[in-house]
């Protein structure tokens, strides 16, 4: 490969959104599906985001009629820290 196309193909991945790179949910842990069901049971009555963060689902939802963003225990879906959207 050509020292041109080698920096071209570089500048494109380096183009790439952060978000293309997210973490993926390990083996082990819950599904989406189930996580916000356990979520829901939670006191959440809509999730509106949930992605692999950092070792843990992170996201954001409704729960007492507020935005909340959360994480939560990707093996039991139970919640870690969650605060009020501003």
Not at 20 to 36: I, R, V
Not at 45 to 61: F, P, Q, R, V
């Amino acid at each position: 490969m050509s020292r041109v196309v080698r920096c071209a193909l570089v500048a494109a991945l380096s183009a790439l959104p952060l978000r293309a790179m997210a973490e993926a949910p390990g083996a082990d842990w819950l599904t989406p599906a189930q996580t916000k069901q356990a979520l829901k049971s939670a006191g959440y009555s809509e999730i509106t985001k949930l992605e692999a963060d950092d070792g843990h689902w992170d996201g954001e939802g409704i729960k007492d009629g507020r935005k909340m963003k959360f994480d939560a225990d990707p093996k039991t879906g139970a919640i870690l820290g969650e605060v009020p959207v501003e």
